[in-house]
Each structure stands twice: as structure tokens, then as C-alpha cells.
Nanobody, 125 residues
Framework: QVQLVESGGGLVQAGDSLRLSCAASGRTFSMIAMAWFRQAPGKEREFVAA????????DYADSVKGRFMISRDNAKKLVYRQMNSLKTEDTAVYYC??????????????????WGQGTKVTVSS
């Protein structure tokens, strides 16, 4: 069982930076891939970024590539997402997700078994 708690959301202006954190519990954290998804108002939840169990492999949605960076600290059981050059279209609730088993990154929602409660990011123009 893995429990996830996100933090770091808030209201920022376009062009600003923000870092989100996801604190995880569970003994298997260092052996599973993690990801961030987001859901904008009136839209479906979508993939943002993923990181492999060791942190050696990452994957990004085209919409955030070059602006967002995902990282993890297995000793502290934390996953981070640094967001730079934020745009108004980045406004969404951001969710941290974990696989039950599997070290490699995935993009599909149904490949992740554990979800945090979400943290809201609002980007104003």
C-alpha cells in the first residue's frame, strides 16, 4: 500500500515558477515508477510527467517538455515537479500517482494504482 500527499500548489502569474512535492509512504517506493497527472476544469485527467523507480528515466507530455522537470529522492520518499515558465493553460489540479509494481514509466491513467488527493495550481495572466 502506498499513500501519496501532494503539496506546493497555489496562485501564480504567467511566467512564474512553482515546485510541487509528493510525499509517499510504503516500503516499495524505491521500486516503483511515479508520475504527475493534471485535470483542468471541464477536462479529462491527462499525463504530465513520469519518472522511473531509480530516477534514471523520465517522460514528459509535449505540452510541458522543456518547462517542467520531474525528480525524486528515494531516501526521503519524495517526488518533485519543478514547473517553469508557467502558462495560463497549466491551470489545473495536479495529482501524484504511483504504480503498485513496475519500475518503468507509463503514460496511461489505468497503469497507476495509487493517487494523491491533488493540489491546485492556478496561473493568472
Amino acid at each position: 500500500q502506498v499513500q501519496l500527499v501532494e503539496s506546493g500548489g497555489g496562485l501564480v502569474q504567467a511566467g512564474d515558477s512553482l515546485r510541487l512535492s509528493c510525499a509517499a509512504s510504503g516500503r516499495t517506493f524505491s521500486m516503483i515508477a511515479m508520475a504527475w497527472f493534471r485535470q483542468a476544469p471541464g477536462k479529462e485527467r491527462e499525463f504530465v510527467a513520469a519518472i522511473s523507480a531509480t530516477g534514471g528515466s523520465t517522460d514528459y507530455a509535449d505540452s510541458v517538455k522543456g518547462r517542467f522537470m520531474i525528480s525524486r529522492d528515494n531516501a526521503k520518499k519524495l517526488v518533485y515537479r519543478q514547473m517553469n515558465s508557467l502558462k495560463t493553460e497549466d491551470t489545473a489540479v495536479y495529482y501524484c500517482a504511483a504504480r503498485r509494481a513496475g519500475w518503468s514509466t507509463r503514460r496511461r491513467l489505468d497503469e497507476y494504482d495509487y493517487w494523491g488527493q491533488g493540489t491546485k495550481v492556478t496561473v493568472s495572466s
